[in-house]
């Protein structure tokens, strides 16, 4: 029995992809959003109506959630660096707290 036979039966699938956390993480954002209406190209897109940045903020805050790095979130959702990324979640953040209408989103974007 070889390192590569007990690897196949400690849990790790050989036909799994190697970032299947990412991709399951991207495919919740995708279904969030489609639950607030927003398609994934608009998330993609630089459109600054306010029901697309929410979504686009839920998104990157719940990507930072599942442990994701600014710089990789910047480039799943088409930014060009990751400052807009952390701009994004921080202001999440902050709705979430004060803005009741961003909080129901957020639960919505959840539940998807």
């Known amino acids: 029995?070889?390192?590569?036979?007990?690897?196949l039966m400690i849990g790790r699938l050989s036909y799994a992809s190697l970032d299947y956390e990412g991709t399951v993480?991207?495919?919740q954002c995708k279904r969030g959003a489609e639950r607030l209406g927003v398609e994934w190209d608009e998330i993609q897109?630089?459109?600054r109506v306010r029901?697309?940045?929410?979504?686009?903020?839920?998104?990157?805050s719940h990507l930072r959630t599942k442990g994701w790095t600014f710089d990789r979130i910047a480039d799943a959702i088409g930014y060009?660096?990751?400052?807009?990324?952390?701009?994004h979640v921080r202001v999440a953040e902050e709705m979430k707290?004060?803005?009741k209408d961003f909080l129901n989103k957020h639960l919505t974007f959840i539940q998807a």
């Open 25 to 27: 993480a991207i495919d």
């Open 80 to 87: 060009t660096n990751h400052a807009t990324a952390l701009h």
């Open 45 to 47: 897109s630089t459109c």
């Open 1 to 7: 029995m070889n390192d590569s036979d007990i690897q």
């Open 97 to 99: 707290t004060f803005d």
């Open 51 to 60: 029901r697309i940045v929410d979504a686009r903020r839920l998104c990157c």
